[in-house]
């Protein structure tokens, strides 16, 4: 009873006129402006994020096809330098007697080395834009023509039309009593390296001046012969370039049909080709164009081979 009185007297005063009471404060949330300010802050950072992304993919990207080209040309390049460490073996001097030098006319067994399937003339003609040797670059004993040709993009040789360009490689076994470049000796050409850009035609004011268009266009619409005019090294360069046993460039072209003694080294040749250089310049296709600057990349490959039997 007097519990229950307690208990009436307490909720009578807590009921009184006055009284103060004790309220738990209510939580209060974010505002509209602290919204936005935090969407645009995020906006910000995620648009920093996204951008580095996108710009390291084109980078992976551009630069995964200069690998590929790189690896295209790479191949084509040894190849090149294998066959001509072949040129001119077996070579006459292997078999005559009496002869230090074997000329293209020495006579050997009755045919003219230059016309003897039995033995390489070697090097036989070379320009700014072909190639043509003779060797056993198989190995098998067997003495073999070997021609290597730039054709524009009609396949035209020379090339006068527009580029992208193609090198051309034929293998053919040495046919006997006829001479290097006679037609009975010119093979099929079966291997090629496409989108060459360097014409190597010597023409013009300067050295390697007048180099073919490049047909086609950019990934962002404009030609490829406007964008690359002001790149001259793109087009103009040699393909092909000869040079002696002190290093100078050799003139040409030189052949061996019309006498040219450069072809014809001897132990006391002082001016004679010792080796060649093969430059190629591959530009991408305009799908594998760089898609940050929209440009199509450019591979200089450069080859040197030493005619070890010249």
Known sequence: MILANWYERDDRDMNRPGRRQIRVPRQAGFSLLELLIVVAILTIVMTAVFNGINQVT???????????????????????????HQAGYPNCRMVATGSANCPA?????????????????????????RVVFEGDVDGDGVVDTVWYQLVDSAGNYPPTGTCPCTIQRGQKQKVNSYYPLDTQQQPN???????????????????????LSISGSTAWGATNSAYYAAISSFKDYPVFQAYDQNGLIISMPQDLSAGSTLLNCSATSTNCVKSIRLTINLLATTTNADMKTKIRPVMTLVGDARLVNN
């Open 58 to 84: 084109q980078r992976s990207q551009a630069e995964q096809v200069k690998v590929d080209l790189t690896q295209e040309g790479r191949e084509f390049v040894d190849e090149f330098e294998r066959d001509l």
């Open 105 to 129: 006319d020495y006579t050997l067994t009755g045919t003219p080395v230059a016309k003897n399937s039995a033995v390489a003339a070697g090097l036989v003609y070379v320009s700014s834009t």
């Open 189 to 211: 050409f079966t291997q090629e390296l496409q989108n060459v850009v360097n014409s190597g035609q010597p023409s013009g004011t300067s050295q390697y001046g007048g180099g």
